[in-house]
């Protein structure tokens, strides 16, 4: 049973380049969520994917923007990058069922803006 | 919107003995938290979750104890080994509106041999 996975492993990028990140969910799972992780901080919330439409949004600016596809998987965009914009970003995977759902991780894509 | 609030930062403990991590939530309408392991360079694994409609959660050597009153939740690692050192964040699940998972700022555990 395939779990969570994420593409590419690593990334770098300078500064105004756009970048986009590649996520398959564990099977059975039909919800995504992304979320960033700045070093030494824990996960934020970017938004979450459901039917192919963005369903819940965090603080983010536009700049971050996403898609999921029929078969439920997901990417994550980020245009005219910051230096800030450097962290893990994983993917987290769960099953709707209305309300709260255990999550499910994958490994991350860890971005480095030069 | 929810705040998660987590302590202590960092945390160490002689093998064998039990390390309690707390943490506190804003929002009285959070109704599911989870708590997730992170190894150094791995993804967070759930090792254990609880909805607000239970106040007390064990598997083995975990357990978690929610008090919705006082909006705290608590994780309790019991007969500590070393392969229980990680960091380790709790989260609310915020459910009504803009629904979401918040984490705490994680607290680092290290097992002393």
Known sequence: DAGVTQSPTHLIKTRGQQVTLRCSPKSGHDTVSWYQQALGQGPQF???YYEEEERQ??????RFSGHQFPNYSSELNVNA?????????????????????????GDGTRLSIL | GENVEQHPSTLSVQEGDSAVIKCTYSDSASNYFPWYKQELGKRPQLIIDIRSNVGEKKDQRIAVTLNKTAKHFS????????????VYFCAAYYSFGNEKLTFGTGTRLTIIP
């Open chain 1, 81 to 105: 990058l910051l230096l800030g914009d450097s962290a893990l970003y994983l993917c987290a995977s769960s099953l709707d069922g209305g309300g709260a759902q255990p999550q499910h991780f």
């Open chain 1, 57 to 62: 949004r965090g603080n983010f600016p536009d």
């Open chain 1, 46 to 48: 970017i938004f979450q």
């Open chain 2, 75 to 86: 994780l309790h690692i019991t007969e500590t080994q070393p392969e229980d050192s990680a």
